[in-house]
């Protein structure tokens, strides 16, 4: 293990090291910092130019200032942006920490998503349900987020908030909406015709109504879910849990999910005291939550009998889930206040920057701010990468399938969520340990058209401006980074490969 680590790590700074070369000696090649002054009018051109000339070194051979470079980094110093005098590290710590909550929201998103999606479309192959995800999902894939993002400010921001400020029933949206869902559904659980055609009766009424009841209670005005959401929520997801990891026959594994949902609700108004009158930040929600999954393991635990594991598990996720609504109603509560806010103007939805300028409010109204402005690029980043986790997801799921070991398993009488949640998954996640770290590299380089487009100060956006007005520290900054964060993301889908598949040793 020590060898490999070592031969990994060697590797590793030789690629970043012939990776820095390259790229500073191409952006030195590239870029003009003079080109400004060139074109200036001043009296003193010659004089500015001399000065800037000294100031980058510009007078000196590629290989000394490549070296001065290094120099520094290696000292932990990126440098500095000269057009704005500020230091890179500087500039990287916010980049990297906006890029960073952008992109791991929607890579985890669009994960969960692609993953079941992909599931159920190779359960139900060569169905239509099977040839319409394939449609979707090749079209989303095509599309360039650019466009998609214009058609998000259109519709999502500029259409959205223009419903906000006087809602009202669109027929043919809400019917639209109702007749798509009961079709996903009905193509999604399968079975004989009559089964799809109740599924679909039954989703597309209840999509109907909920829209109907979200405009005409005023829902919209004074968003929430309340205690009586919770508990709905949280007995559908203790029963949803159970039956994908263990199945409604296992008693034990029901009743702790349930348990677990039943506590979480019981835990309403002490945490919305706790929210309401003591200072809240994110290091004690993260803790909140780690108790929270602590306490659905100890209850999986109790009611566990022989195979604790599997009601643990399940405990532990209706618990984290019990959790992240919890904190999501009390976000919500402050929707009112912070659209009656003067510096929203009735437009919630925002459609550029990460932030809304000179806002104040507490903490929650910060959360709240933070989604309404993350919510338009996170949705265009999700709806390209669900459509490559899809296509990844089902052709893995459709060839471990094929399997013998699944022939025997079903040979031996084994439920077919015993088959698909056991056997099967497990193995068809392999290739995806191997794409998403490299795909959150990716990802970081995507998101570069991405902030762009939406204003957002990342990692993206600050390595667009420093090429535009050739600054070579920044730009090295990202490089190295980005250089980085791929490396160990090649190691960690080597791990990961391991983790899934006993069979793969480190050393071979």
Not at 111 to 121: F, R
Not at 401 to 411: E, G, M
Request: hydrophobic share 55%.
């Amino acid at each position: 293990m020590i060898r490999f680590l070592a031969r990994r790590f060697a590797l590793a700074l030789g690629t970043l090291f012939v990776l820095s070369v390259v790229v500073h000696l191409m952006v030195d090649t590239a870029a003009d910092p003079l080109d400004d002054l060139r074109t200036s009018t001043a009296p003193n051109k010659e004089v500015l130019i001399a000065s800037r000339v000294a100031m980058l070194q510009l007078d000196a051979p590629w290989i000394t200032r490549y070296w001065n470079w290094l120099h520094s980094f290696i000292q932990g110093d990126f440098g500095i942006a000269w057009r704005s005098q500020q230091k890179v590290s500087d500039l990287m710590v916010g980049a990297v920490s906006t890029s960073v909550s952008l992109i791991l929201f929607a890579t985890l998103l669009a994960l969960l998503l692609g993953i079941t999606v992909g599931i159920v479309s190779a359960l139900r192959q060569y169905t239509t349900f099977d040839y319409s995800i394939t449609f979707v999902s090749f079209m989303l894939y095509s599309l360039p987020v650019f466009w998609v993002a214009v058609l998000l400010k259109q519709f999502l921001a500029i259409g959205l908030n223009d419903f906000l400020a006087d809602p009202g029933v669109n027929w043919l949206f809400v019917i639209a909406v109702a007749v798509v869902s009961g079709l996903f559904w009905a193509g999604a659980l399968g079975g004989r015709a009559r089964r799809k055609l109740v599924v679909f009766g039954t989703a597309a009424a209840v999509t109907l109504a909920t829209l109907l009841l979200i405009v005409w209670s005023g829902w919209l005005d004074s968003p929430q879910i309340g205690p009586l959401g919770l508990g709905v929520l949280g007995a559908g997801t203790a029963l949803a849990v159970t039956l994908a990891f263990a199945g409604l026959s296992n008693r034990r594994a029901l009743y702790s999910a349930l348990a677990t949902a039943a506590v979480g609700l019981a835990l309403y108004y002490p945490l919305m005291y706790l929210f309401y009158y003591y200072v809240v930040d994110w290091p004690l929600l993260f803790g909140l939550l780690a108790l929270a999954i602590a306490c659905g393991c100890g209850v999986g635990w109790l009611f566990g009998g022989t195979d604790r594991g599997v009601s643990m598990r399940g405990g532990a996720i209706v618990a984290a889930v019990m959790a992240a609504l919890t904190f999501v109603d009390r976000v919500m509560q402050v929707y009112p206040m912070y659209y009656r806010s003067n510096a929203i103007h009735g437009r919630p939805i925002a459609t550029i920057g990460a932030e809304t300028p000179n806002l104040g409010g507490d903490f929650w109204v910060q959360c709240l701010d933070r989604f309404t402005h993350i919510l338009l690029p996170t949705i265009a980043l999700v709806l390209i990468s669900f459509a490559s986790y899809t296509r990844y997801q089902r052709g893995a799921m459709l060839e471990v399938l094929s399997k013998d070991y699944i022939r025997t398993a079903r040979a031996k009488g084994l439920s077919e969520r015993v088959v698909i949640v056991r056997h099967a998954l497990r193995n068809a996640l392999m290739p995806l340990a191997a794409v998403i770290p490299v795909d959150l590299v990716a990802m970081i380089g995507g998101a570069v058209m991405t902030e762009t487009i939406f204003g957002w100060a990342g990692m993206g956006k600050l390595f667009i401006d420093s090429l535009r007005q050739s600054e070579v520290a920044p730009i090295m900054a990202y490089v190295m980074i980005t250089g980085a964060v791929a490396i160990i993301a090649n190691l960690a889908a080597d791990f990961f490969y391991a983790l899934l598949d006993p069979r793969i040793r480190v050393n071979a």
